[in-house]
Structure formats: structure tokens, C-alpha cells
């Protein structure tokens, strides 16, 4: 009898996963591009609920999706029934080969050096606690998906702690005067409304990758106890509870520094700390991004290797990788391959070039697999369906605006690497083809 996955996670798992996967190191670290842009503090709260509200929509649609097709792969899985296998195949492709290893590197190396800071280990130990890190993390997903699940809710509710406290103690400093700031540059505020429309639109852009990764738990979906109920539900209630986390967090940063002390911060969050708490705040806020990031990594780790399951099952990738193993039921060689492919980007050094090429693909693909939605509900229309976008379809269309906005703001950004990362997309063509051979001979 053929090894199919195994329904073990909740709702509480999968709303911890939601959360994980969009809570890495970004609003610990990037709010200070907000407050650059648009320069005053109402402005950059606004941009923040703005990014909330696209996030929110983004989590209906793919709550439905889930709902309609509670599929392994998620966005794989609506692609491929919606549009066909090339760009199901596209998607996995940019996952498999740099969006999911380049991240993983990334955040590995973050996390190891943040973990320096406070541990006080050698520079020269950096990537090879980050390695220790992946591999650790992979050796832990291949036991089941109980074990990666469980890591991951302790790892979520300690980056939730760590937010929590910014966010405390940056309330009750609210009304008090943020200390000025010495050496901060003056900032320059937009003025007419074009011009602030123009800083407002420049200053979603961070603000959109931050909130970006709640897709990812529809790659679990047959792994979910009552998917069609509880897939929506976490994806709903997670991102709400983000949005909340992110926008409570802008505020504490704001009390704490004021709007030019954040603009020209490059750690906001252990500045605040530090603001409000002296030095000691700023070991706690160190501590609780080593958390974050570590969860981060497990997620990655614990969600993607579903996607090259499913690719493989299809018979576009090694046959090995679609086999789960018996016992653990979990999709074993795709984990390895991911960790291990993982550790040599850290090594290789090559990961932070890599992951500018395509991070512009990840909001292709998300707006695409929005758009599958509209293939769905003309073919099976809404009978039977609880779960439901509300708004559609202004909202979908909406948030496929948004996300073409997202990929034409990083191409204007940079041309080169987003020519590069056409090119890398483009590689991905003959591989398909190549495996569809392969797949007709079997």
C-alpha cells in the first residue's frame, strides 16, 4: 500500500506555522526604510495597516484555495490544475533552486551571527553554526512532521514573547518624549499628495516582503487535521495576529525613537530596547531574533520539501523524492537535498546575489496562484463552499495588483538582477521539458 502523509497538525500548529513563516528578522530590522520614505509617523503606521490589509486579502484567497484543493504543494497544486504543469513546474523550479535555499542560507547566517552576539563565539564560527543549524533542523523534519511542528510552535511562541516585549515596553514609554536624535540626517517629507502617494507606494514594497510567507502553509495542507476547516482558519487568525504584532511593534519603535531616530536606525528593535531598557534590553532583543530566525529556518525546512514531493509524484523531478518513508512519513530525500543544497549556499557564499535575482518571482507566482481562484469558482462555482473571499472580486483583483506592483517596483530597482533572474527562470524550461520525456517513457 502506497505511504500517504499522515493528518497530525491542529489548528494551533497551523496558525503558529502561518505566523512563523511571515515573522523572520525583517520587523526586527527594516522599519527604519518606512519611516525614510515617507517621513512622518502617520504615514509610516498607514503604510504598515496598508500592507496588513493586501495580507490579509492574500490569506482569504489562499484560504479558499486550500479549502476548494487541500492538496500537498499548495501553490504547486493550484498551478499545475489551473494553468497546466509548465508554470506549476516554473514555480517549484525557482522554490527548488534558489527562493527556498537562498533563504534558508540566509536566514541560517543571520541567526548564527545574531547567536555570536550573544554567545560571543568566533567570526570565524559563523558558517559553521549556521550549517550546524540547517542540518540540525532537516535531521529533525525527517522524523516526522509532529517533531517539526513541535519545534516550531516553541520557536513562534518565543519570537512572539521577544515582539511582545518591544511592544510593552514601548507603550508605556508612550507620552514620554523620544530622546533627540544627534546625528540622525534630516528627513525629507513628501510634500503635495502626488508626491506622498509616489513615497507611500515606494515604502509598500519592504512592507509587502515583510508580510510575505503565509502561502507557505498550504504546502502542509494533507497534513492538516480537517484541512477544509482548519486551513482558512489558520491562515485567517494568523495573519490578523501579524498584522496586529507588526503595527503595535511600528508603534513602540516610534515612541521609543521617534520618527528620524527610525529612519536612520539600522536595528530598530534593539534600539528601542535599548532606549527603553539600557544594555540589558538589548541582550533580550538579540536573544529573541536568534529565536525568530531559527523558526524561520524550520519552517522553510519543515513546509518546502512538499512542494518537490508533489513535483516528483507528477514525474518532473526524481522519482526517489516523491517516495515518503514508511515510518515517519515524510518526504525524506527532499528534505535532505534542500538542507544539504542549503549548507553549500552558505559556504558558496553566493546565496545574498542569488536571492536578489528572483525574490520578484515569489510575487509572480503570487499573484498567478491568486488568479488560479477565478479558474476554480467559473469550473466549480460556490456551492458548498463556506469559506469564502470576502469582497470578490475587487479583493482578488486587488491583490494581484498588488503583487504586480511588488515585481514591477523590483525590476524598476534593478534591471540587472531582474534580467538574471529571467534568465534563471528560463533555465527552468528545458528542465521541464526534459522530465516530461523522462515521465512518458516510464
Excluded at 517549484?92 to 540566509?106: D, E, K, N, V, Y
Excluded at 485567517?236 to 511593534?249: E, K, N
Excluded at 470576502?390 to 525590476?411: D, E, H, N, R
Aim: proline share 6%; hydrophobic share 55%.
Amino acid at each position: 500500500m502506497a505511504v500517504t502523509y499522515a493528518r497530525r497538525l491542529g489548528l494551533f500548529s497551523g496558525t503558529m506555522s502561518v505566523i512563523g513563516g511571515i515573522i523572520g528578522s525583517g520587523i526586527f530590522l527594516n522599519p527604519s526604510i518606512v519611516a525614510q520614505r515617507v517621513g512622518t509617523p502617520g504615514a509610516t503606521l498607514g503604510v504598515w495597516v496598508g500592507g496588513g490589509v493586501v495580507a490579509l486579502i492574500g490569506a482569504f484567497v489562499y484560504g479558499e484555495l486550500g479549502q476548494r484543493r487541500p492538496q500537498v504543494g499548495g501553490g504547486y497544486a493550484y498551478l499545475r490544475e489551473a494553468f497546466g504543469p509548465l508554470p506549476a513546474f516554473l514555480y517549484a523550479w525557482a522554490l527548488l533552486l534558489i527562493m527556498a535555499p537562498g533563504a534558508i542560507a540566509a536566514v541560517a547566517v543571520t541567526f548564527s551571527n545574531y547567536t555570536a552576539a550573544l554567545v560571543g563565539y568566533s567570526p570565524a564560527l559563523v558558517r559553521p553554526v549556521a550549517v550546524a543549524a540547517i542540518l540540525l533542523l532537516t535531521l529533525i523534519n525527517c522524523f516526522g512532521v509532529t517533531f517539526g511542528a513541535v519545534t516550531q510552535n516553541i520557536f513562534t511562541v518565543l519570537k512572539l514573547a521577544a515582539i511582545a516585549m518591544v511592544v510593552v515596553a514601548g507603550l508605556r514609554a508612550l507620552g514620554n518624549p523620544a530622546p533627540p536624535c544627534v546625528d540622525c540626517a534630516a528627513l525629507t517629507v513628501p510634500t503635495g499628495t502626488g508626491a506622498m502617494v509616489g513615497a507611500v507606494a515606494a515604502a509598500l514594497v519592504p512592507v509587502l516582503f515583510a508580510y510575505g510567507g503565509w502561502q507557505q502553509t498550504n504546502f502542509i495542507a494533507e497534513e492538516l487535521v480537517e484541512p477544509e476547516r482548519n486551513l482558512p482558519r489558520a491562515l485567517v487568525l494568523g495573519v490578523m495576529a501579524v498584522v496586529l504584532v507588526y503595527v503595535l511593534a511600528n508603534v513602540a519603535y516610534l515612541g521609543a525613537l521617534g520618527v528620524d531616530g527610525l529612519a536612520a536606525s539600522t536595528a530598530p528593535a534593539a534600539d528601542t530596547m535599548e532606549v527603553l531598557l539600557g544594555s540589558a534590553g538589548r541582550v533580550v532583543i538579540t536573544a529573541g531574533i536568534a529565536c525568530s530566525t531559527f523558526g524561520f529556518l524550520n519552517l522553510v525546512i519543515l513546509v518546502t520539501p512538499r512542494v518537490f514531493q508533489a513535483m516528483a509524484a507528477d514525474g518532473l523531478f526524481f522519482e526517489r523524492f516523491a517516495r515518503l518513508h514508511p515510518k515517519f512519513r515524510t518526504p525524506v530525500p527532499a528534505i535532505v537535498f534542500l538542507g544539504v543544497w542549503s549548507a553549500a549556499l552558505v559556504y558558496s557564499g553566493q546565496y545574498g546575489a542569488l536571492l536578489d535575482y528572483v525574490v520578484f518571482a515569489d510575487w509572480i507566482f503570487f499573484g498567478l496562484t491568486a488568479a488560479t481562484l477565478i479558474v476554480f469558482r467559473r469550473r466549480d462555482g460556490t456551492a458548498g463552499i463556506p469559506f469564502r473571499v470576502p469582497g470578490y472580486p475587487v479583493t482578488l483583483w486587488l491583490f494581484v495588483a498588488a503583487a504586480g506592483y511588488v515585481v514591477v517596483g523590483s525590476v524598476l530597482s534593478n534591471p540587472g538582477n531582474a534580467a538574471r533572474g529571467v534568465g534563471l527562470l528560463a533555465l527552468g524550461v528545458p528542465v521541464f521539458l526534459y522530465w516530461r520525456s523522462v515521465a512518458a517513457r516510464r
